[in-house]
């Protein structure tokens, strides 16, 4: 659907945050008379300041009543797909959008390069950008990394590099050029209802594509790949040597890189642009000074010789694992849980009791999962539940020796007690005594 279809449409835009803002000066670029509809499932929500010709539907009740009375919903990428409203609201015959599809349906010359994964797409779009940059090529950073598409300056660009989320996949239906899979398990099931809806949905994203890159570990994906990454006859890493088939490439040199899940991000921005045409050697000598994203196992300093890590970002227990692997060798202090959305913990509990960490503290619904866990392993670490991300930080500070690592890596959403990912990891910092979120240096 183009914005030119809209005129005379009743149309209402669900969500008030950073894309529900921007499809409002999108749609309103296009036909500043155009009549919208706000809604917003917070009761308390505001519109936007010097807007004209609009109505709001704030909380539940009134978003209900609201959808019985357009044609065109642009759904903001938090609002579920298989919630009730929606799927009421489908059945009535409104036609469901998003801004991501809004943006791909008008014509621009761009090559679109689009990235999901379940971890790792935020690293690897950023990976891809950073290194295009290196190399002279005109690119632009957005999607689910926090730029709404629409921001992109298209006078200034040749490349779009766009993070996609599996909300924002489940129901795209643009063509992109080259669309990218970093990796896949469970996640986000109180989103997507199922574990086959959240495979279905992810992957909906390698259909409406030219060309799909998939790491060759994501089985489900397999059938739907034009080319892999990960494997042994394309691009791969032994250790921190690149190969390319049999042809050797490089060394990862950037210290932040080396860590085993990042050495498959960067085959995967390789292969990417391998795919481009660029000189593989030269790309990966531009990876040298990649910064690491705020709260991805992010290194935020010392105190009294123990290191303290935030990986706020970790949802699932795959990316706990992940961290706990390249801490592996150190007393290690975990703080982990959040939310709880029925996700299976076992393998995370029993690396936990077979020594991965000296102490475990918990926090939240899906932290007392893994206590509970823990306590009938019949071995395993020092465990305890903590109230509270202060709490946790004050037991972790007096458990953990010198040497040591505080890793906040939660294996779990933050939601109900803070914002998002980054408000958890921004407390964490603030908890553990440090100033800044600081960063990881290459």
């Known amino acids: 659907m183009r914005t030119a279809n809209l005129a005379g449409a009743r149309v209402a835009i669900w969500g008030l945050g950073r894309e529900g803002q921007a499809a409002i000066r999108f749609l309103r670029a296009y036909n500043p008379q155009l009549p919208l509809l706000l809604l917003d499932d917070s009761a308390g929500a505001h519109p936007p300041e010097k807007l004209d010709n609009f109505e709001c539907a704030f909380g539940k009740d009134s978003i209900a009543r609201a959808l019985a009375r357009i044609d065109v919903l642009v759904k903001s990428p938090g609002v579920s797909l ?24 008008e014509k621009n010359m761009l090559t679109t ?8 797409k935020s690293t690897t779009a950023s990976l891809i950008a950073h290194i295009l940059r290196r190399l002279g090529r005109r690119m632009a950073l957005a999607g689910n990394i926090g730029v709404p598409v629409t921001e992109i300056d298209q006078s200034k660009t040749d490349v779009a590099v766009i993070e996609v989320s599996s909300y924002q996949a489940a129901d795209f239906d643009g063509i992109c050029d080259v669309a990218v899979l970093t990796s896949l398990f469970p996640e986000h099931l109180d989103w997507h209802r199922t574990l086959d809806a959240y495979y279905r949905d992810k992957l909906n994203l390698l259909h409406h594509s030219r060309c799909a890159i998939v790491n060759r570990q994501a089985a489900p994906a397999r ?8 494997e042994s006859a394309s691009l791969h ?74 990986d706020s970002i970790s949802t699932a227990p795959e990316s706990t694992l992940a961290a706990l692997e390249v801490y592996a060798g150190r007393e290690i202090t975990l703080l982990v849980g959040g939310y709880d959305r029925g996700i299976d913990y076992s393998r995370l509990v029993a690396k936990l009791a077979g020594g991965a960490a000296r102490t475990v503290l918990c926090l939240g619904a899906s932290g007392e999962r893994i206590y509970t866990g823990l306590r009938a392993s019949a071995a395993g670490p020092e465990t305890a539940p903590a109230p509270s991300m202060a709490a946790a930080v004050a037991m972790a500070r007096q458990v953990t020796p010198k040497g040591g690592v505080v890793l906040l890596s939660p294996a779990a959403p933050s939601y109900g007690v803070y914002r998002d990912f980054a408000e958890r990891g921004c407390d964490f910092a603030a908890k553990a005594g440090f100033t800044t979120s600081g960063g990881d240096q290459p």
């Open 113 to 120: 390069i689009c990235v999901t994964g379940t971890k790792g």
């Open 237 to 310: 890493a032994r250790g921190i040597e690149v190969f390319d088939s049999p042809r050797r490439i490089g060394e990862v040199s950037n210290r932040y890189l080396m860590r085993p899940h990042n050495l498959s991000n960067v085959c995967a921005a390789l292969t990417v642009a391998q795919m481009l045409g660029l000189d593989l050697h030269a790309a990966l000598d531009a990876t040298r000074d990649f910064r690491a994203l705020p709260h991805r196992q992010q290194e935020i300093g010392e105190i009294d010789g123990v290191l303290y890590v935030d």
């Open 82 to 105: 298989y919630r009730p409203e929606i799927e009421t609201a489908r059945r009535n015959g409104v036609e469901l959008t998003s801004l991501l599809n809004l943006w791909f349906a």
């Open 223 to 230: 059938g739907l790949a034009h080319c892999f990454f990960n």
